[in-house]
């Protein structure tokens, strides 16, 4: 049995980058920020954890009490403090009246039916006919599309 050369993806093998590569803290101004004002957060928090955790009590039973009324409010449907109502909107379920009504007075009360194209490839086919070079390329770049995805830190509460 041959060893398969691990540089050159056979075809139909997805086409996946490399990892961006690592770079310094400091070649980042914005993240240096970040960095900067995470240790502050930190450094703030050993100096005072009593009153940090006076904080993150008060932080939880505020955002407990915030889903609470939040409920409330929305099934009264009313304005009341810091909540605003300022929009009602009406929505049909046109599955769910079509099986109700039936098809003959769906249509005539208002609903519509229709048939919609849905496009779809094969990736791995796809792939390999970009790697047999059976496309374009000058085409392939108009198609193709490339994210990235990443962890980041969180966003900072208490």
């Given at each position: 049995?041959?060893?398969?050369?691990?540089?050159?993806?056979?075809?139909?093998?997805?086409?996946?980058?490399?990892?961006?590569?690592?770079?310094?803290?400091?070649?980042?101004?914005?993240?240096?920020?970040?960095?900067?004002?995470?240790?502050?957060?930190?450094?703030?928090?050993?100096?005072?954890?009593?009153?940090?955790?006076?904080?993150?009590?008060?932080?939880?039973?505020?955002?407990?009490?915030?889903?609470?009324?939040?409920?409330?409010?929305?099934?009264?449907?009313?304005?009341?403090?810091?909540?605003?109502?300022?929009?009602?909107?009406?929505?049909?379920?046109?599955?769910?009246?079509?099986?109700?009504?039936?098809?003959?007075?769906?249509?005539?009360?208002?609903?519509?039916?229709?048939?919609?194209?849905?496009?779809d490839v094969d990736q791995?086919?796809?792939?390999?006919?970009?790697?047999?070079?059976?496309?374009?390329?000058?085409?392939?770049?108009?198609?193709?599309?490339?994210?990235?995805?990443?962890?980041?830190?969180?966003?900072?509460?208490?």
């Amino acid at each position: 049995m041959a060893k398969k050369n691990k540089t050159q993806p056979s075809p139909g093998t997805k086409l996946r980058k490399e990892k961006g590569p690592r770079i310094p803290i400091a070649d980042v101004r914005e993240v240096q920020d970040l960095v900067d004002i995470e240790n502050e957060i930190k450094a703030l928090k050993a100096e005072n954890p009593e009153v940090f955790t006076l904080l993150a009590d008060l932080v939880d039973r505020y955002n407990a009490q915030l889903e609470i009324a939040a409920k409330v409010v929305r099934a009264r449907g009313v304005s009341c403090g810091p909540f605003e109502n300022f929009s009602t909107v009406v929505k049909y379920d046109p599955e769910k009246m079509y099986e109700e009504l039936g098809e003959d007075l769906f249509l005539k009360c208002g609903g519509t039916l229709s048939q919609t194209t849905v496009y779809d490839v094969d990736q791995k086919k796809v792939e390999a006919a970009i790697a047999g070079k059976l496309l374009p390329e000058e085409s392939v770049e108009h198609f193709i599309n490339v994210t990235h995805k990443y962890h980041e830190p969180k966003k900072v509460t208490t």
